[in-house]
């Protein structure tokens, strides 16, 4: 193939690939039974000492829990072109990107794409596997700085706490000790 024609013909598009919109873990319902009875505990504390319009957000927020975690992604593409990225309809232009940098979150790698300030827009592609990882490296090198490790602010140390004191869903398979010994 020649290196100056882009995927499908198409000289100014350079690669694409298609992921889901989010990294998404299929989760059992014990997990929605711990955003249940979490919600119903400060919901309770809250309704006992007056601040009653407190509820409203609670509940929203166990709404947008429920939604996220039964309903899975649809799948979008993502396309690297020389003129920038694009990504579920919007282009983001290589003049306004900064640098970019990978995460993982359920077993998703996710390339994170931040833009100059005073915005600091991020996009969040999931790639789906080293393959793609690779090209999509290569290809966002020629015009984007490169971070080995994701920039963290407060906030992130927060939500990264916080995400540790919600159980992990999966089955604890307890072996049996043998009757005899």
């Not at 350079?14 to 059992?28: H, I, M, N, Q």
């Not at 979008?76 to 579920?88: D, S, W």
């Not at 300030?117 to 999509?136: G, M």
């Not at 004191?165 to 000790?177: A, N």
Request: glycine letters at 4%; charged letters at 20%.
């Amino acid at each position: 193939m020649d290196e100056h024609v882009g995927e499908n013909g198409n000289i100014q598009r350079l690669f694409s690939w298609k992921a889901p919109l989010r990294a998404y873990k299929k989760r059992s319902k014990n997990i929605l039974r711990f955003y249940i009875a979490l919600s119903l505990l400060i919901s309770l504390i809250i309704f006992f000492f007056g601040d009653r319009i407190l509820l409203i957000p609670i509940l929203t927020l166990l709404f947008l829990f429920y939604v996220l975690t039964i309903t899975p992604p649809p799948e979008v593409e993502h396309i690297v072109t020389t003129f920038g990225i694009e990504t579920t309809g919007i282009t983001l232009r290589w003049e306004f990107l900064s640098h970019f940098y990978y995460t993982k979150k359920f077993g998703f790698d996710i390339v994170t794409v931040v833009s100059y300030a005073p915005y600091f827009y991020h996009a969040y592609l999931v790639v789906p596997n080293d393959e793609v990882k690779k090209k999509v490296t290569a290809l966002f090198s020629k015009h984007l700085m490169y971070m080995e490790k994701a920039p963290r602010n407060f906030t992130d140390k927060v939500i990264e706490f916080l995400s540790k004191l919600i159980p992990d869903d999966e089955e604890v398979v307890q072996k049996q000790m043998p009757a005899s010994l």
